[in-house]
């Protein structure tokens, strides 16, 4: 079975063309309920470097869907059985102002589009650069 991955090396999401911000901002929960920001921004603000975006995807994956450890594995197989979007169509990157930067390891972190480290990041030549999905076509 054929195995998809969502994982970059030395690269840096940056945020969409048609972001309506400009400046970071933490995603909100709505009607009580967490969105994929809330989840992303959760897991990576407090866990720089932690994941993987592969790692990242599925941890969420699980989490909402509720699996059991007993099937994790199977579960993943599938999932990566077929092919995910990848952190380029995060709302952190489209909507919420929030670089992502993959480092050697492929390991995940925010970096918001404001700083001082994201304008350095998008000057450096060794760094891969990909902007996130537009919202509107």
Known sequence: MKTHTTNYTNTLIEIAEDS????????????????IANYQYEKLSKHPLKY???????????????????????????????????????????????????NEDSKVRLIPAESEEYQQLLKDNAVKKVKAMKSKR
């Open 20 to 35: 309506p911000v400009s400046a970071s901002v933490i995603p909100v929960v709505k009607n009580d309920k967490k969105t």
């Open 52 to 102: 993987t975006s592969d790692e990242l995807l599925f941890d969420i994956f699980v989490e909402r869907n509720d699996i059991s450890p007993s099937e994790l594995e199977e579960e993943k197989q599938k999932f990566f059985s077929k092919g995910q979007a990848c952190l380029r169509t995060s709302p952190l990157a489209k909507k919420n102002g929030f670089g992502i930067f993959h």
